[in-house]
């Protein structure tokens, strides 16, 4: 059969990140991210045969984008486009698989939007904007939500009353399944073992960060919660913080709910302990010239995230393996060393040659001789909502 082309697109509140997948393709046909959306300095850049190149599209919004992008997208296609992948981040307990989009299921995204103001909305820009521009190609909505819906009750309930569960769908959801999915399959891959019978914990370390329990190939716990504010420490978002801190920031500074949400979401994790980036590899850079602001930051993320995974491998009945993946997974031997070393008492511990080598891509098991697996393992959310939206559109 020829390939069939995927447009994957992952929309944020003024960005859309875009990858044209054609699923016997190692590499991206054309990938890129429109930036700024809605300020008079929007742009466009994207990847074509490894050549960059970029685009002012000032005023421009998701739809005007979308609209210079496509033509772009259908001619790396050679005008065979066969359908569009979304990213939705939360899709509440309704939606355990990949859905195509109709008028329902839309109003459905809309109606859980409450629980993901920051990204939902973002996501329903996109898919409005691709119908409006495409209506005759099918569209699937892949959803980060999906793969935790095999959490037992016991790890998906906050323990505050019933009736807030039952009634308002307080309850923890987690996040970046669709990234703990392919790396976790592909771990069983490399190594050899059954899926239906694996045992690992995966943390995915980009932007946002979440650590997974999988086994046999099912989440069975996962750091992020109703929100994907909760767990870890990321780039900008604390992760778990005292659930008193809203009031007593109300109380004492007399701080409005919304800017309480921007600080912990926009202000903090990396960012607000460093004062300097959120970026990890910035962090890395000012450590190494003795940024005590950044050194901290580091010590911290790694710590939280140790505990996070001490704390998943209650779900596991024996482990095969920790892999690292996303930007900071794949490319930091310093954060994954750092994590290691507070994880002795689950026998774990690296090879340091084997870990320093494991970067840009370069994936491999990085731990000492006779100690339980450590893998690095290049994530490609892409290439999986590609698959899940051809696996859709086929049946
Ligand atoms: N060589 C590197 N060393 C340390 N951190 C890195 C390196 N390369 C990328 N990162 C970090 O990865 C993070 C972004 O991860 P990524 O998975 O690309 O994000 P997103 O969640 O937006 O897809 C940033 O903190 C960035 O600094
Ligand atoms: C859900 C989430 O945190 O997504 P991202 O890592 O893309 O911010
Ligand atoms: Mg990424």
Same mark, same amino acid.
């Given at each position: 059969m020829p390939?069939?082309?995927?447009?994957?697109?992952n929309?944020?509140?003024s960005?859309?990140?875009?990858?044209?997948?054609?699923? !016997?393709q $190692?590499?991206f046909?054309?990938?890129g991210?429109?930036?700024?959306?809605?300020?008079?300095?929007a742009?466009?850049?994207?990847?074509?045969? +490894?050549?960059? %190149?970029?685009?002012?599209?000032?005023g421009?919004?998701?739809?005007?984008?979308?609209? %210079? *992008?496509?033509?772009?997208?259908?001619?790396?296609?050679?005008?065979?486009l066969?359908?569009?992948?979304h990213?939705?981040?939360?899709?509440g307990?309704?939606?355990?698989?990949?859905?195509?989009?109709?008028?329902?299921?839309?109003?459905?995204? #809309?109606? @859980? $939007?409450?629980?993901?103001?920051?990204?939902?909305?973002?996501?329903l820009?996109g898919?409005?904007a $691709?119908?409006?521009? =495409?209506?005759e190609?099918p569209?699937?909505?892949?959803?980060?939500?999906?793969?935790h819906q095999?959490?037992?009750e016991?790890? =998906?309930?906050?323990?505050?009353?019933?009736?807030l =569960?039952?009634?308002?769908g307080?309850r923890?959801y987690?996040?970046?399944?669709?990234?703990?999915r392919f790396?976790?399959? #592909?771990?069983?891959?490399?190594?050899?073992l059954?899926?239906?019978?694996?045992?690992?914990l995966?943390?995915?370390?980009?932007?946002?960060c979440s650590?997974?329990?999988?086994?046999d190939?099912?989440?069975?716990?996962?750091?992020?919660?109703?929100?994907?504010?909760?767990?870890?420490v990321?780039?900008t978002?604390?992760?778990?913080?005292?659930p008193n801190?809203?009031?007593h920031?109300a #109380?004492?500074?007399?701080?409005? *709910?919304?800017?309480?949400?921007?600080?912990?979401n926009?202000?903090?994790g /990396?960012?607000g302990?460093s004062g300097?980036?959120n970026?990890?590899?910035?962090?890395?850079q000012?450590?190494?010239q003795?940024?005590?602001?950044?050194?901290?930051?580091?010590?911290?993320?790694? =710590?939280?995230?140790?505990k996070?995974l001490?704390?998943?491998?209650c779900?596991?009945?024996?482990?095969?393996?920790?892999?690292?993946?996303?930007?900071?997974g794949?490319?930091?031997?310093? @954060?994954?060393s750092?994590?290691?070393?507070? /994880?002795?008492?689950?026998? /774990? $511990?690296l090879d340091?040659?084997? +870990?320093a080598r494991? @970067?840009?891509g370069?994936s491999?098991?990085?731990?000492?001789? !006779?100690?339980?697996?450590? *893998?690095?393992?290049?994530? +490609?959310e892409?290439?999986?909502?590609?698959? !899940?939206? /051809?696996?859709? *559109?086929d049946?």
């Open positions: 390939s069939r082309n995927i447009l994957v697109i929309c944020g509140s960005s859309i990140k875009f990858a044209l997948v054609k699923p !016997d $190692a590499q046909a054309i990938s991210l429109a930036e700024r959306l809605g300020s008079t300095d742009v466009l850049h994207w990847q074509r045969d +490894n050549a960059k %190149h970029s685009l002012a599209i000032a421009g919004d998701h739809r005007s984008a979308l609209a %210079h *992008l496509l033509p772009m997208v259908q001619e790396a296609a050679d005008g065979q066969h359908g569009i992948g990213r939705v981040v939360h899709g307990e309704r939606f355990t698989s990949a859905q195509r989009l109709d008028a329902e299921v839309i109003d459905a995204i #809309r109606a @859980i $939007a409450p629980l993901a103001p920051l990204h939902n909305p973002a996501s820009l898919i409005e $691709a119908l409006a521009l =495409y209506p190609l569209q699937v909505a892949v959803f980060d939500t999906a793969f095999t959490l037992p016991h790890a =998906y309930r906050y323990a505050v009353p019933q009736q =569960y039952r009634e308002h307080v923890r987690g996040f970046h399944g669709t990234s703990h790396v976790s399959l #592909r771990a069983a891959e490399v190594t050899g059954a899926v239906t019978d694996s045992s690992w995966v943390a995915h370390l980009g932007n946002g650590t997974c329990a999988v086994v190939g099912q989440s069975r716990d996962t750091s992020m919660g109703m929100t994907p504010l909760e767990g870890l990321m780039g978002r604390s992760g778990d913080v005292d801190l809203h009031s920031l #109380r004492t500074l007399g701080w409005s *709910l919304e800017q309480t949400d921007r600080m912990l926009h202000d903090s /990396l960012l302990l300097l980036s970026d990890m590899r910035s962090l890395e000012a450590r190494e003795g940024h005590a602001g950044a050194t901290l930051a580091i010590e911290v993320f790694c =710590y939280r995230l140790s996070s001490a704390a998943m491998s779900a596991l009945p024996r482990l095969d393996g920790l892999i690292f993946t996303g930007g900071i794949e490319n930091s031997p310093l @954060i994954r750092k994590t290691v070393a507070h /994880l002795r008492l689950l026998g /774990l $511990a340091e040659d084997a +870990n494991c @970067i840009r370069v491999g098991p990085i731990q000492a001789a !006779d100690h339980p697996r450590v *893998l690095v393992i290049p994530t +490609n892409e290439r999986q909502i590609a698959l !899940d939206t /051809l696996a859709l *559109l049946t």
